[in-house]
Every structure is written in C-alpha cells, then in structure tokens.
C-alpha cells in the first residue's frame, strides 16, 4: 500500500521523470499512463522539443500521444529565449492537462527556458494539478538542481559532475537519467554528496518515476530505478577532496527498484510490488488513514 498522507494537499499534479529510450511502438506502458493521468480521451497535450535539434521530434511526440487516444495534441516550436515570450505558446499550456518535454540537451532546454514565462507556467500549471513528464534531458531539468553533465564510467571523485538550476518542480531529487546503460552511479553519487538533503534518482531507458502529489512514486517500465539517499552520511571527505580525488562516502543508502516498486520521499522508504494496490494517488484522490 501507498503510505498515507494528513493534512496534505494532493492538487499538484504527476511529475514523471523518464531515463530516455522509452518503448514508443510496442506497449507503450509510459506514455499510456502519462496519458491516462492527462484525462486520457479528454486529454490536451502539448509537447515541447527544445532540448531537442531535430525537426521531426515535436511531431514524432504527437503521433504518439494521439494514437494513444488523447483528445488534444500540439507542440511549441522553441528554439531560442525569445519564442517564449509568444502570448500563444502560453495560451496553449494554460489549456493543457498534459505537457511533455522531449530529450536532447539539458542544457540547451535550461539556457532557452530557464526564467523565461514558459518555465513559469509549466511550474504553475503542474502546481494546479497538470501532469508534467521528461524523458532524459527533459527528466533532468524537472529538478531544482540538474545535472548538467559529469563523467560517466568512473568511481565518485570530485569534479566529475557538473550541476545547473533545473525548471524546479521539485526540490526533494536530483536526477539522472540513461543511467544502467551509461553506467552514471558513479556520478550520481558525487551529486548526491554535494548535498545530502537531496535523493539521486537513476532512471534507466525504458523506466520512468510516476511522482505523485503525495511525495511517493511508482516505478514503470523495464528497467529500474536506483535511489540513492546520502542523508545518513556518517563520512564524505568531498568537502576537502582535490578535484578529481576519489571519495570517501560511508552511511549511503542505496535501493535498486523495478517495476511496481514504490518509494515514500519524505519518509525516504522504499516498498515491494504489491498487485493488490491501486496506482499510487491519482489527481484528486484523498489519502485516508485506516
């Protein structure tokens, strides 16, 4: 079962965060439920394909979601500062149930949006209940902090990770992404130790976070997610490590979740599949106690 939640505002909507290289002609099992969670027929979504370069993505990202039965798609042609300033492209996301940003660069979607009306809405729209998804950049940049880039295939050392703002709907994570496939635990573990108080999220390809307003998230798709909390640190020599010095990290915590697995991120809990339970506390659900 969920953990249950008093006295809490459920209105905000889904955050889901996606490692990349999701299955997008087969089951589908992301975008169905990101769908579902967008008013599934009576769903309006609107995509953005900034972080991306290539011209087709915007309208690959359509086809899907209309396919999959939403009622509604379009995307925003961004692709510089002052795009977002379009009075339409804001019209549309005050519409929207559903907004969807694509992969590429994370940096590129952070320096075109960042502080930009857009990023605005899309904080304000999902604080109203609006689903806001992200596939790889696009998972990156839904946190307060993001990583920006960093060394994959290494041991934690300082100066391996390199950290920018993210658009903020969340501060609780810190998030990775294509994380099994480019063997990113090394560098999730140094942006964790930068600050404690954040949880790492690795998001493998193929698997997303379904992050309900509750603060507990379900796993989905075939890979797994790798939390790592640093909370517990009894040791980090970062603070006086060299760069590129190794580092030393003891009292880490480390859970590794396939699909159906839940996570509780304020009680920093995590939990088995269970068939039996609903989906974790869809829009609108109010959490009781028994």
């Not at 769903?43 to 394909?49: F, G, L, Q, T």
């Not at 009075?87 to 694509?102: E, K, N, Q, V």
């Not at 596939?135 to 295939?153: K, L, R, V, Y």
């Amino acid at each position: 079962m969920c953990p249950a939640r008093l006295n809490q505002d459920l209105a905000r909507g889904f955050i889901i965060p996606i490692g990349g290289g999701e299955d997008r002609v087969k089951e589908q099992h992301i975008h169905r439920r990101f769908v579902e969670l967008s008013g599934g027929g009576d769903a309006d979504i609107v995509v953005i394909p900034t972080a991306s370069e290539l011209e087709t993505t915007g309208r690959d990202y359509n086809r899907i979601f209309r396919d999959l039965g939403a009622a509604e798609v379009d995307f925003l042609p961004i692709s510089r500062r002052a795009d977002c300033d379009n009075p339409r492209y804001l019209d549309m996301l005050d519409r929207a149930t559903g907004i969807f940003l694509t992969g590429g660069n994370q940096l590129r979607l952070s320096t075109i949006l960042g502080g930009t009306g857009i990023a605005q809405k899309i904080r304000r729209r999902n604080a109203a209940g609006v689903a806001v998804a992200g596939t790889s950049a696009g998972a990156s940049i839904m946190s307060e902090h993001m990583i920006a880039g960093g060394d994959s295939n290494s041991s934690p050392a300082e100066g391996r990770v390199s950290l920018a703002p993210g658009i903020g709907l969340t501060n609780a994570v810190i998030i990775d992404q294509h994380f099994t496939e480019r063997n990113r635990l090394g560098r999730l573990l140094t942006a964790s130790s930068y600050n404690p108080f954040l949880i790492g999220l690795g998001i493998d390809e193929d698997t997303a976070a379904f992050i309900g307003p509750d603060g507990v998230f379900e796993v989905v798709g075939s890979g797994t997610v790798t939390v790592v909390d640093a909370s517990g640190l009894t040791h980090s020599s970062m603070w006086e490590a060299s760069r590129g010095e190794a580092l030393t990290l003891l009292g880490l915590k480390i859970d590794v979740m396939g699909e159906g697995c839940r996570y509780d991120l304020v009680g920093r809990h995590a939990y088995p599949p269970d068939e039996h339970a609903a989906f974790c506390t869809l829009p609108n659900e109010k959490v009781t106690t028994n």
